[in-house]
């Protein structure tokens, strides 16, 4: 009698390849001002430091180049914080103004998770437009070019 394997079969690739995908989900049409507040001696400043160098990378500020990044920095020993501040037409439909995330103990990628789950969620959805028609589909709509000329 044999007993049954659990979990999973190879390891995980680390932290740099969960931070790596977190980041390809990452999306900002919802947002319209991103400020990241923190105090550069705070113990647990490096984690949102780090999310402000994602954040700002080309990839992710292409997702909405109308998006500003603000950091301020503070020598108070303030918590570390994020806030989100979202487009008008998000606004309407989620009743919310801002979302703010309390970076004090969070790691890295706890940052992307709660971003993604809270503020990519809430980008709007992209209709596509241009529809690809194959050779068949055309001659079957008939009309407009594409044939013999006599």
Do not use: W
């Not at 020598?75 to 919310?96: G, H, M, N, W, Y």
């Not at 503020?119 to 959805?125: D, G, I, T, Y």
């Amino acid at each position: 009698m044999s007993i049954k394997v659990g979990g999973a079969f190879r390891r995980s690739a680390g932290i740099v390849s969960a931070i790596g995908k977190q980041l390809k989900l990452v999306n900002l049409k919802a947002v319209q001002r991103i400020t990241v507040s923190f105090d550069p001696f705070h113990e647990s400043a490096v984690s949102t430091r780090e999310l402000v160098q994602h954040l700002s990378a080309p990839k992710i500020s292409q997702t909405n180049p109308t998006c500003v990044l603000k950091t301020e920095v503070f020598c108070d020993r303030r918590s570390p914080s994020v806030v989100f501040q979202l487009i008008p037409s998000v606004q309407a439909e989620t009743k919310l103004k801002k979302i703010e995330l309390n970076s004090e103990n969070l790691s890295t990628l706890e940052l992307l998770k709660l971003c993604n789950k809270h503020v990519s969620a809430l980008a709007p959805k992209e209709i596509a437009t241009n529809v690809v028609k194959t050779k068949s589909e055309k001659k079957a709509g008939g009309g407009g070019g594409g044939g013999k000329r006599r």
